[in-house]
């Protein structure tokens, strides 16, 4: 299962899920258990305490103010228009709540148990009978039902990554199953488990303002959810403050224990990275994490820091449970980047390694995989079943990929600069360009080549600039624009973009939502996780492959031929990243000892110091 990339949410298509009213074989003949798990066994067994990475003793209270970039405009998580608020998963629940110390496992939550059959074609759940709504109203199966349909009908992203379920039904008191329209997809049961739950009663009844509620539009009435804390209050587009509930119906169900401890969570939103930077050093928010090299090595000799009031780490905690591709992503819709020769091109202007020593102080590596970081990503060539698998598509896949590993261009240096400039202005020679009077222009049309790169923050710019330059000297004409944050996410929904700076998360067990991300059916519906418009048959057949793996050896060399088909078109320039996050915060919290293997587990397991 992949990770939704925060940075970019979906809504266009209509579906409306059928119920059926046949008890499904999964309801009736499958064994109840606490929980589920894509790789392996669970760790915890039914009836366990709580999470090993909890203190099950740590006190409730104290405030932690945090910060984003952009806006919002929206309470609504269910809709897939305008900027969604952070946080807002405080006030929600899902049917199953995952595990930070395995790579892939969830325990009940809503559903106090789960059952699926040995073949995965449904699955069913047992809603928790203390589940309460904040008014006190019981969580029930039509609310899952509700949910579902309007998640898929307002959402398009989930729309296609809900897909292969054909009907949700109830088939009990609290039970609800869902069936699937294929078999051995062991990943689904867990995707429904991810269900994101919200009260039909409440959207359909009427707002403060006297009108009915309307779920498929944005909101900023504080919306009413199940979860540990509700919308205390609301500034529009600049804060937003969560408060703990004292009358949380699942303050002692086992996953919830030693969590969820501050009583108050408040979010700022900033227009501009630096400033939100600078109102961290002011003290006016308690938490940072770094994205930028050179603000890390020289600009943490403030007061805070100097004094000790203020703490910096490097863990390596959350990047253990993901891979990574951020790169210049290329919109295929554009005729300008069809030819495979023109997008080698442009990898071939960027120099990392330049980046790297001029503002990166050596911190980032650059990135070679769609799966970069994991022990998927694919190297050298291929070999043993992952050669089997690209053979079953020989013919439909670039042949060099069985004789040339993929590799990055390298650079640093005047002269490798030069050579890697000259193989670009040859490939675009190739493509049908040339060099007439200092501008590429196509010896066909006349027209210069024009591209402009979209970022989401003028943060990006001194990285991206330097590249941008590099594109000019070869004749492009090229732009880079900054926009907020709304504005990025609604152009990438529509692909109004040429070349925008972006990327995907990926979890250690990548299934179904590869189909969003480059099959070609997604290809086909704005606001996927496809931005490129990725369409090929080869690569929808790995896709298959890698969803309906048949071990965990088997999943391994179907992702890395998945990835190396992926690489072979070029469709991003990869840029960089770094393993490791990087955090910062004043000196007013306390955490476990040992922190959960795969997340830093703030502020979810953190505390307030008690004075």
């Not at 979860?227 to 703990?244: D, F, H, N, W």
């Amino acid at each position: 299962m992949g990770l939704i990339v925060s940075g970019l949410r979906r809504g266009m298509m209509l579906a409306v899920v059928a119920l059926s009213l046949v008890l499904p074989a999964a309801a009736q003949d499958a064994p109840w258990t606490n929980g589920i798990s894509v790789l392996g066994e669970l760790k915890y067994p039914p009836g366990f305490k709580h999470f090993d990475y909890v203190n099950p003793d740590a006190p409730k209270g104290g405030d932690v103010r945090l910060s984003d970039l952009g806006t919002f405009d929206n309470l609504n998580p269910v809709v897939n228009k305008g900027s969604i608020v952070a946080g807002i998963g405080l006030v929600y629940e899902t049917l199953m709540k995952s595990s930070l110390d395995e790579p892939f496992s969830s325990y009940g939550l809503l559903a106090e148990s789960i059952a699926y059959p040995p073949d995965f074609s449904s699955v069913s759940f047992k809603l928790n009978p203390k589940a309460k709504w904040a008014d006190g109203k019981p969580v029930t199966v039509e609310d899952v039902l509700f949910s579902f349909d309007k998640a898929k009908e307002y959402d398009q992203s989930k729309l296609f990554y809900y897909r292969h379920v054909t009907s949700g039904a109830k088939t009990g008191e609290g039970e609800v199953t869902f069936t699937f329209d294929l078999k051995g997809n062991r990943e689904l049961p867990a995707i429904m488990g991810q269900l994101l739950i919200v009260p039909k009663h409440w959207w359909e009844d009427t707002g403060p303002n006297g009108k009915k509620r309307e779920i498929g539009a944005t909101t900023l009435e504080p919306v009413l959810g199940s979860g540990p804390y509700r919308i205390k209050s609301v500034s529009p587009g600049s804060t937003i403050t969560y408060e703990l509930r004292g009358d949380y119906w699942g303050k002692d169900v086992n996953v919830n224990i030693g969590q969820d401890n501050f009583g108050t969570i408040t979010y700022a939103f900033f227009a501009d990275r630096n400033v939100e930077f600078e109102s961290f050093r002011a003290g006016d928010t308690d938490y940072w994490a770094e994205n930028e090299a050179k603000r890390w090595a020289t600009q943490y000799d403030f007061p805070g820091v100097t004094d000790g009031r203020v703490k910096r780490e490097t863990l390596p905690n959350d990047g253990r449970n993901s891979g990574v591709m951020v790169g210049f992503i290329m919109n295929l819709r554009r005729d300008q980047f069809k030819d495979i020769r023109v997008r080698e091109a442009l990898n071939y202007a960027y120099d990392f390694e330049a980046l790297n020593k001029t503002i990166f102080f050596g911190q980032y590596s650059r990135i070679n995989s769609f799966f970069y970081g994991t022990e998927l990503a694919s190297s050298g060539l291929p070999q043993g079943r992952e050669l089997e698998i690209l053979n079953e598509v020989k013919d439909a896949i670039p042949a060099t990929i069985f004789t040339e590993e993929y590799k990055n261009p390298v650079s640093g240096d005047p002269k490798s600069f030069r050579d890697n400039m000259f193989k670009a202005i040859q490939l675009f020679k190739a493509a049908g360009y040339e060099i007439q009077g200092n501008r590429m222009v196509n010896v066909t049309t006349g027209r210069q080549f024009t591209i402009e790169i979209m970022l989401n923050s003028p943060v990006v710019e001194r990285a991206v600039l330097p590249y941008a330059q590099n594109l000019k000297r070869l004749g492009i004409n090229v732009s880079v624009r900054s926009v907020d944050a709304s504005q990025f996410i609604e152009r990438a929904r529509s692909r109004d973009f040429d070349i925008m700076y972006s990327g995907w998360g990926e979890s250690l067990n990548p299934g179904n939502e590869q189909a969003e991300y480059w099959g070609s059916d997604s290809a086909k519906t704005n606001g996927t996780q496809n931005y490129s418009g990725i369409s090929d048959p080869a690569i929808d057949t790995l896709i298959k492959r890698v969803i309906f793996s048949k071990d965990r050896d088997d999943h391994i060399a179907a992702v890395k031929a998945l990835d190396r088909v992926l690489l072979s078109h070029r469709f991003v320039v990869p840029s960089y990243t770094t393993r490791d996050t990087r955090i910062a915060y004043w000196d007013k919290f306390d955490r476990p000892a040992e922190l959960p293997y795969y997340s830093t587990g703030f502020p979810t397991v953190w505390w307030a110091k008690q004075n």
